[in-house]
């Protein structure tokens, strides 16, 4: 199995990753060997892989494009196929519908959506929607001025795409049908003021979602209604632990397999935050903060047998693992650190 991790490069973002950095991984050690760095790429900063594992896709932040590359399933490297504009400064995230005819696309800066056709080979084609996401700013002053789009997963179905929208405090809505995204019966849920909804993770099995929120350092759940794409808001709780008293951000979100725990990142208390979700009403109880041992952890994932947690320490260079506890769901180190320019995001390949 292999890792692919994208980084920062630019000097506008004080990086110093080198591009996508390739890693065969051990998932009994909970390890990471480099065989692979793409370079000469710029912020290649979220990633996403086709099904079959031989197509992987970037963005590339605070730019205006995305770019295709062919995997060899055997040694796992990569090779560049194409690049397109995705017509909106700083594209933060990616994913492919269930056909994988269509990449959308969250142009951060630009506030608005990107739906690219996809190639039978794989290559990126021109547009097939770009989308203005409209509605009143937050409120804060430096990181609320506009839309700030910063996510668009599907459901499980393939029939809707949510959009938490950090500029507006608002998790958008809509039906996707054949390569256009068209607003759900309820378009939008408003989260509190100030909140800055950033990612979201949809339970497995049972009809709940859980939002971080990157300004007020939280956790929502919401029952989401799969027949028609709504949220309901049902809990907030805090990503911190009540005795940290001090700035924070928090980052990536995910929800395990089983469906038993959460697990959400902060930067500034440079930590996962671990939950357990009550299997009847869905709500969120923490478990425990593990330092990450850097800093600025910008993301981290569950490795596909969901014994480690890989967490990605953006300004201290380093990618870090922790082994999951599979009964409590509780995170302990193990020891294993490997260095690496500004990382910002993993995706497995089998």
């Known amino acids: 199995m292999y890792a692919y991790v994208g980084s920062r490069t630019t000097k506008e973002r004080n990086a110093r990753g080198e ?6 991984v051990d998932q009994e050690k909970g390890t990471l060997t480099l065989v692979q760095v793409v370079k000469d790429l710029v912020n290649p900063s979220f990633l996403a892989l086709n099904r079959a594992c031989d197509r992987l896709y970037t963005v590339h932040g605070d730019k205006s494009d995305v770019s295709a590359f062919s995997i060899d399933k055997a040694t796992g490297k990569l090779t560049f196929i194409n690049q397109q504009s995705c017509e909106g ?13 269509f990449l959308v696309v969250s142009n951060h800066i630009a506030g608005s ?32 001025p506009f839309s700030k789009p910063h996510f668009n997963p599907f459901d499980h179905t393939g029939s809707f795409v949510l959009v938490p929208d950090k500029g507006l405090d608002r998790i958008f809505s809509f039906h996707f049908d054949n390569g256009k995204l068209v607003p759900a019966d309820q378009p939008f849920v408003t989260t509190r003021e100030g909140a800055g909804p950033r990612h979201l993770a949809l339970h497995p099995t049972a009809s709940f979602a859980y939002v971080v929120n990157e300004l007020d350092s939280t956790v929502t759940t919401y029952r989401f209604n799969p027949q028609d794409g709504s949220l309901k808001p049902l809990q907030v709780v805090t990503s911190l632990p009540s005795t940290f008293t001090g700035n924070s951000r928090a980052s990536e979100i995910e929800v395990d397999r089983s469906g038993r725990f959460v697990y ?10 671990a939950f357990a979700i009550d299997q009847k009403t869905g709500l969120l109880s923490p478990v425990e903060f593990m330092p990450t041992d850097g800093k600025t952890p910008r993301f981290f994932t569950l490795t596909p047998n969901e014994r480690f947690l890989f967490a990605l320490n953006e300004d201290s260079d380093t990618i870090i693992s922790m082994a999951v506890d599979p009964k409590k769901g509780g995170l302990s180190k193990t020891g294993f ?5 500004s990382p910002v995001c993993m995706v497995f390949s089998a």
């Open 264 to 273: 959400a990142s902060n930067r500034g208390y440079d930590s996962v935050a």
């Open 337 to 341: 650190s490997v260095s690496t320019g």
């Open 19 to 24: 591009g996508i950095s390739v890693y065969e």
């Open 89 to 101: 400064k700083n594209p933060v995230h990616l994913a492919l519908d269930p056909t994988e005819r």
């Open 113 to 144: 959506l990107a739906v690219m056709n996809v190639a039978e080979d794989g290559s990126l084609g021109t547009l097939n929607q770009l989308l203005k996401l409209e509605g009143p700013m937050g409120p804060h002053r430096v990181e609320q």
